[in-house]
């Protein structure tokens, strides 16, 4: 059975953090680099950050130096702690295996506020 299960989300002020965090089902996390995306308002859906299962990282430059991802993988979970947040982060916050296509299943994401 998929499982994609996000948390963490509120409402937070700029300069402010928040730490998300995703219970995947073992099948997505065991084989998988896992991936945190965002969809603003009126935007598509985008690559924030991902790990590889040996835990290797990469971020999105918007994101570089502010949210740091991390995976425990005896607990099939994968964390975003985000820091300094921006207006502009503002966004429903998804974690996927990396690559997953907008047809592949998706669970219901976090959202994420930071006022001005």
């Known amino acids: 059975q998929v499982q994609l299960v996000e948390s963490g989300g509120g409402l937070v002020q700029a300069g402010g953090s928040l730490r998300l965090s995703c219970v995947a089902s073992t099948g997505i996390f065991s084989i998988n680099a896992m991936g945190w995306y965002r969809q603003a308002p009126g935007k598509q859906r985008e690559l924030a950050a991902y790990i590889t299962t040996g835990g290797n990282t990469y971020y999105v430059n918007s994101v570089k130096g502010r949210f740091t991802i991390s995976r425990d993988n005896g607990k099939n979970t994968v964390y975003l702690q985000m820091n300094s947040l921006k207006p502009e982060d503002t966004a429903v916050y998804y974690c996927?295996?990396?690559?997953?296509?907008?047809?592949?299943?998706w669970g219901q994401g976090t959202q994420v506020t930071v006022s001005s």
């Open positions: 996927n295996g990396l690559g997953v296509g907008p047809r592949g299943y």
